[in-house]
């Protein structure tokens, strides 16, 4: 018995990295699954992939008529909507006086504003069938300040708050919502040229668990609140970073 069967999900950003991980271990537990990508054709490989538990499908988060789109998708091809996964993101790094405002709305029109289409667009579809789970993806930028990705934090905060938001509003349809709060994870976004002058060994040595995330992780930790596992679980955060956030050993007494 799957952890998700009967219950069919929708994943933005689902071409690579994440949100693919996501896809492949929702599918391997019985859901069937709409795969959302600005990445067509990687989008398209990857359902294909999966076989007829899956469709794959253009959506750019930004675009409400894609969002639409979307959710009909889903409908019409697996007849309900149980969970979605607001996983698209995008960064730009630079210092604060540096950044365009160009770069600055870029980064919150797919994070923050692709997040709120992506949760409002669902609501439908999830009251009709009686309830459902919400999962967005937010990020460690999304409690604490990192230094050169301003706009990227403020998203991630956005985020955060937005859930807890929206968990009070939908509750009483039973469509639950939560984020999820990733440490560094080894997809294509932060192996980019942007990420090219951070020295990755020395950011992951210093954390409790002292290497960087597999989006497998990240995946494993979606799932359950995707299930019924997590069914007395909403507006909350979730965090899987490696113990990044737990604190400094740099502030600390020397225990060795
Ligand atoms: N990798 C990390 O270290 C890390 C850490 C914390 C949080 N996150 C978050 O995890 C999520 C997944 O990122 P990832 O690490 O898999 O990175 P990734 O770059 O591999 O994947 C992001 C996906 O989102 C898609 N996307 C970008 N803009 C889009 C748009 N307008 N519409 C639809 N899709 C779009 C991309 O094409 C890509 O497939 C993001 O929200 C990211 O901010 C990542």
Redesign the pocket.
């Known amino acids: 018995m799957g952890r998700l069967d009967g219950k069919v999900a929708l994943i933005?950003?689902?071409?690579?990295?994440?949100?693919e991980a996501e896809a492949r271990r929702f599918v391997a537990e019985g859901a069937r699954v709409v795969l959302?990508?600005?990445?067509e054709a990687?989008c398209h490989a990857v359902g294909e992939s999966l076989g007829g538990a899956a469709r794959a499908i253009r959506?750019?988060?930004?675009r409400e008529e894609d969002w639409a789109r979307a959710v009909e998708t889903a409908t019409l091809a697996f007849g309900r909507l149980d969970v979605l996964v607001n996983?698209?993101?995008?960064?730009r790094t630079g210092a604060l006086e540096s950044t365009s405002l160009e770069d600055y709305r870029a980064v919150i029109d797919?994070?923050q504003v692709?997040t709120f289409l992506g949760m409002r667009a669902v609501v439908p579809a999830m009251r009709e069938a009686g309830g459902g789970s919400i999962i967005n993806?937010?990020?460690?930028?999304g409690i604490e300040g990192v230094q050169g990705v301003i706009g990227y934090v403020a998203s991630?905060w956005a985020i955060r708050g937005m859930t807890k938001t929206a968990a009070l509003e939908l509750g009483r349809y039973g469509i639950r919502v939560n984020s999820v709060h990733?440490?560094?994870?080894a997809?294509?976004?932060?192996g980019s040229d942007d990420f090219d002058s951070i020295d990755q060994d020395a950011v992951w040595s210093s954390q409790p668990i002292p290497r960087v995330g597999r989006?497998e992780e990240i995946a494993s930790l979606v799932l359950f609140l995707a299930s019924d596992e997590s069914s007395y679980s909403t507006g909350s955060e979730f965090v899987a970073d490696g113990g990044g956030l737990a604190g400094s050993t740099a502030r600390g007494v020397d225990t060795d």
């Open positions: 933005s950003g689902a071409a690579r990295g994440q949100g959302g990508d600005v990445l990687e959506l750019d988060v930004t996983n698209a993101g995008i960064v797919v994070n692709g993806i937010s990020s460690n930028a991630k990733p440490g560094g994870v997809t294509p976004m932060i989006p």
